[in-house]
Structures are given as structure tokens and as C-alpha cells.
């Protein structure tokens, strides 16, 4: 790198949120321990910042706290139990009943389609919300991680969370404080993955 780079006092902030940020499974939650809502706001209100094509906004987003952990354990449970068909397994059943309930806060992530943007440019802005997240979670000392597992694909899932024929069910976000912090994580070099052109 050409000269010398001073860093403001927002990059270093910038760049110590991103680096530090780790998927923390709900086996690392500290059990019992209740997020406050505004803080769940403001991780929303993040997301909602996130780019988009045309500003459709697509991504939507429902919470499940309280009693409603409970609701999504069992309607989840009763979808896959419905339709997995001879892909069922008890295990993945059991555990859809029980992971809602080691959580604080639930987010279902879902994007609703507009016809004139392709979907790829949707798919990608919602995955940017998801990312506004993962940093907030971590600049508040939360823990958290998106999974696409459970009943995510199953179509008959959708009217659930309102969603249409068209429209993506693409996760869910589970969040919690941390009891067990997940270890550092150390990628392989960003400049075997970059081609610079300087001519």
C-alpha cells in the first residue's frame, strides 16, 4: 500500500466489529437470559439500512420472544413433522421443538419479491440486512448466527410467515447472550483472493 493511512476513530471501530464477529450457537447461550426488546429494535432498524435495488426493501422480518419461542417450536415442528415425508428424521423433529427455547429472540428472515428486480439482486440485499445483524449483534455483545436449516425450504412453511408462492423464506436468526465465546477465526489471505488491475 502506497503512503501512510491514518485510521479515524470509526474505521478502527468498523474494522474491530467485523473482524471480531462469529457465528454463537444456542449451546453457547447463557440459558434464562432475555435480551431487551429495544436492543432487538435497534438491531432491525440496522438491517432496514441495508442497500437494495430501487429501494424495494424486500426483506421481512418476524420476531418470536416470550411465549412465541414456544409457538414457533411447535408450528415448526408440526410443518416438517407434515411434510418431510421419508426424509424424516426424529432427531431434526426433536431438535425443532427444542432450539426456539434456548434462545432469547427468534428472527424468521424472509424476502418478499418484486417482479421488475431480478431475484438474485433480492436474495443479495436481504443477505446484506442479515449481515447488518450479525455486526450489531456483535458490537452489543450478543450472540448469534443464521441458519437455513429446519423448515426453511419447505413451501408449505411460507403462509406462516406471510409470504407468497413467489416470495423466500431465507432463515433464521437466533440470538442470545454469550456464556461461551466462539474461538477466533482466521481466514486464508484476502490477497489470494483479489486480481488488481493498475493499468
Known amino acids: 500500500m502506497n503512503g501512510s493511512m491514518e485510521l479515524t476513530p470509526q474505521a ?3 474494522n474491530e466489529v467485523i473482524r471480531q464477529r462469529r457465528s454463537v450457537f444456542t449451546s453457547q447461550f447463557e440459558p434464562g437470559k432475555t435480551i431487551p426488546d429495544e436492543i432487538i429494535l435497534q438491531l432491525l432498524e440496522n438491517a432496514n439500512q441495508a442497500p437494495n435495488h430501487k429501494l424495494t ?3 421481512r422480518f418476524t420476531v ?3 411465549n412465541g419461542l414456544q409457538s414457533l417450536a411447535d408450528r415448526q415442528a408440526a410443518i416438517y413433522k407434515a411434510h418431510a415425508g421419508q426424509k424424516f428424521k426424529q432427531g431434526k423433529y426433536d431438535s425443532l421443538l427444542i432450539t ?3 434462545c432469547s429472540h427468534v428472527i424468521a428472515i424472509g424476502m418478499k419479491r418484486h417482479a421488475d428486480i431480478p431475484e438474485i439482486e433480492e436474495i443479495a440485499a436481504v443477505a446484506c440486512a442479515v449481515q447488518n445483524i450479525y455486526l450489531s449483534a456483535t458490537a ?3 450472540g448469534g448466527y443464521w441458519s437455513t436449516g429446519g423448515i426453511t425450504f419447505f413451501e408449505q412453511a411460507k403462509a406462516m410467515f406471510d ?3 413467489d416470495d423466500k423464506l431465507m432463515g433464521f436468526f437466533y440470538l442470545g447472550y454469550v456464556r461461551v ?3 477466533p477465526r482466521t481466514p486464508k489471505p484476502v490477497m489470494e483472493k483479489i486480481t488488481w488491475v493498475r493499468e
Open 64 to 66: 418470536y420472544s416470550g
Open 140 to 142: 452489543y455483545g450478543i
Open 163 to 165: 409470504l407468497g408462492p
Open 181 to 183: 465465546p466462539s474461538a
Open 100 to 102: 426456539p427455547m434456548l
Open 12 to 14: 478502527q471501530m468498523i
Open 57 to 59: 426493501e424486500p426483506w
